[in-house]
């Protein structure tokens, strides 16, 4: 997204200025680093369908169009580099299915700062069985929105029947978009709003098995079983710019990436309660802690115990508001 500027100073001003300890998010710990420097704006992440361990991630604008395999210590596995694409604003992606069954990675050009794009477009790449460098192929499907454009970062994939999802972003809401079952390749695929999201949705993604979701903004999450019903909210850890999500196989907690070089990917528990609902049933829970272990969170309070942080938000949002205006009254 650009420009992105005011967002990621105003992450910035909030770490300098919270406690050590207000910025500390009880249970996450660092999951692995991105340790390839070409992954400077890590903007978009799934969890591979057919490779147990591994992340993919992408850049946001002005990169290649490459789709980053990242193994378990933060090491680029193989790089997929998608054939005649152009990366215009990627911004989001989600792991689903091609039209025969087998793993696939979707890819959303969907930014869209000012919004003005008539449509916009993802991509779709098998996910190769064996992990190396290569150059795919891609099916392109155009969407529209059926309200008129909207800038978008999160892309988000049902994995009970493959269907596609888009939360947009608004200063007074943004909402969560459903594209139609089946994607038609020769005609523009519309994107019906059914409810409302965050306002400064940055990525979003389904639990295993379809049973709930979650979208992200800058300093937290938000859990929901079905579009529209919200069951939960949680801090996230503070980053630069906390750009993508992804929720972990077991579905009992989330990665959550930012944008920066070297960034690191934090792995964030659910609070218990949701995770009961959200996680696959054939999971099994986590072991019980250790005699003198804190519990886990239950994401009672969406900002923690300090209220200069709402006043913060407020002031991230005109800081936007006055960009986003100044950028479209330019001739």
Same mark, same amino acid.
């Given at each position: ?8 100073? =105003? ?15 009880? +249970? ?15 903007? +978009? ?48 992606? =989600? ?13 959303? @050009? ?18 190769? =069985? ?18 008129g454009p909207h800038d978008a970062e999160a892309l ?18 943004? /909402? ?9 390749? @020769? ?45 939960a909210a949680f801090d996230l850890p503070l980053q ?16 959550? +990436?930012?944008? /920066?070089? @070297? ?14 609902r959200v996680a696959p049933t054939t999971s099994r ?18 900002? /923690? ?27």
């Amino acid at each position: 997204m650009r420009p992105r500027l005011a967002a990621a100073l =105003a992450a910035a001003l909030l770490c300098l200025a919270l406690p050590a300890s207000a910025q500390e998010v009880e +249970g996450a710990e660092v999951a692995l680093r991105l340790q390839d420097p070409r992954i400077q704006e890590s903007s +978009g992440m799934a969890l591979s369908p057919g490779h147990p361990g591994v992340l993919w991630t992408h850049n946001d604008s002005g990169h290649r169009a490459e789709l980053y395999a990242v193994g378990p210590e933060g090491r680029t596995l193989a790089t997929l580099t998608l054939a005649g694409v152009a990366a215009r604003d990627w911004e989001g992606m =989600a792991a689903g299915r091609d039209d025969r069954g087998r793993p696939a990675l979707f890819v959303g @050009d969907i930014g869209d700062n000012n919004g003005v794009w008539p449509e916009v477009a993802v991509y779709r790449v098998t996910e190769p =069985a064996r992990l190396r460098d290569a150059t795919v192929a891609a099916v392109r499907y155009r969407l529209r929105y059926a309200d008129g454009p909207h800038d978008a970062e999160a892309l988000l994939v049902d994995p009970r029947g493959n269907r596609l999802y888009v939360a947009t972003k608004g200063l007074t809401g943004g /909402g969560l978009y459903r594209a139609p079952a089946r994607l038609a390749r @020769d005609r523009v695929n519309l994107l019906q709003r059914v409810a409302r999201a965050p306002p400064v949705v940055t990525d979003g993604a389904f639990a295993p098995g379809g049973r709930g979701f979650v979208l992200r903004d800058y300093q937290g999450a938000f859990v929901y079983t079905a579009p529209g019903r919200r069951v939960a909210a949680f801090d996230l850890p503070l980053q630069l710019q906390g750009e993508s999500i992804t929720v972990s196989a077991d579905g009992r907690s989330v990665l959550a +990436g930012s944008e /920066g070089p @070297d960034s690191e990917v934090w792995r964030v528990p659910l609070p218990e309660p949701v995770a009961a609902r959200v996680a696959p049933t054939t999971s099994r829970p986590p072991p019980a802690a250790a005699p003198g272990g804190r519990p886990a969170p239950t994401g009672g309070s969406r900002w /923690g115990a300090a209220p200069f942080l709402v006043m913060a938000a407020g002031a991230l949002a005109l800081v936007a508001a006055v960009v986003v205006v100044g950028r479209r009254r330019r001739p």
